[in-house]
């Protein structure tokens, strides 16, 4: 099935989880305690020692040994101590960059270009996106793509109208000041149901995943469009998902339509998978549609590959899975994007620059360390051929799931398959999903919850047939407890 094996870069990755102590354990226990003096660590899953963990597998501050297939929220890609950035971190060059960090939009390093160009830029999106931008995190990401999109738009609309002077009037100037018209124009970002995008205040009104990341804080007052609500499996449901899928577009047609007299929508912001708001699938027919719509609207697209870039579905991006055509399709205008790639930012095409300098800026813009990190990752991924690894050993995981979940009621929805190993399936109750997760620590597996009911698999790209095996015969016995 598949030729790569982590225990061969991985010499001291564990064979098998081992649990010696019932979570939270003395040692985490009393780290956790200390921590809450200091920190609010209500949030705390575990305390990792992450000098022991090795590969596939997280070691805790009591010993136990988990078999990580939810990877740090999705964001490590090439395993714990991976041995190529272990040797990075070991050179003059890493160490000279984070130990003088600098402030890349006015004093970058001068190999800062070369970092790029053989790092991120290598696996730009298609599409013209020849530009990154880089950022601090996935929500600082997708918050700059929202005031880049801005930028654009009103850019456009000052070139096409040949009455007014080029560059800002004194009204916009001085009005901006007072977050009044017309200096702060009245625009939106379209978001949809479910969706996640961050928590920073313009990615925060965008996201539409869970109360409890939005209560009491003021919000944007931004649109947001139902989201396909789809049947499982997708196949047997084809009619019905295109009917949900087309009441979908047409409300989006009709929300912008709507709201071009309120707050015009600048851009149309989606996730190619819906993650924390459930693992939501759309077909590749929705997502073209859906680019064109927002184009016939003057919107610009934003894909959001924060959680599903850099290989998790076997390609290298999600929305390649979409089948975008050059010359026949239309494609993204920006792709933001953080987590396995251990830096942020997004990309976009050179006519989406600002038209001045200093307007989507602040004083890191990332850090030389991330790129240099992601280069890395980018180079290992490329030499072990890890997106080919990952779509193939998806497949089988997918085939052995639904076979297993064939033998339990308490389990419906297999989804993903030909999307790599970012799998999920419901359980019929939030209390079932919350047991099943908890039976699954107990068994030495860390996995991971999403949406109401929802269970994610975000193993790393170097997740094997041996951790297939060991995954697929805990949750056997976390499923029998149920």
Known sequence: MTTFNAQTLFPNQPTAPSVKVAHPGPEASKMIKDASTIIDSRTYALVGDYDKSEGNYLVDADGNVLLDVFAQIASIAVGYNNPALLELASTREFQVAVTNRPALGSFPPKQWYEWLKTGLMTVQPRGGLDQVVTTLCGSSANENAFKASFMAYRARERALDSSKPAGFTSEEVDS????????????????FTSAFHGRLFGSLSATRSKAIHKLDIPAFDWPAAPFPELKYPLEKYEKENKIEEERCLSEVDRIMGEWKVKSPVAAVIIEPILSEGGDKHASPAFFKSLIALTHKHSAFFIVDEVQTGFGATGQFWAHDNWGLVEGQDEFPDFV???????ASGFYHRKETTPTEGYRNYNTWMGSPTSALQARTIINFINQHSLLSHTSSVGSALFDSLQTLFSSFKVVENLRGKGRGTFLAFDFKTPAFRDAFVKGMRARGV???????????LRPMLIFGENEKEILLKAMEGALEDL
Request: glycine share 12%.
């Open 176 to 191: 901006c000041m007072q977050n009044q018209l017309p200096g702060s124009p009245a625009l939106s970002i379209l978001s």
């Open 336 to 342: 933001s994007f953080s987590k396995k790639a251990q």
């Open 446 to 456: 860390l996995i991971g919850g999403c949406g109401e009911r929802t269970v994610r």
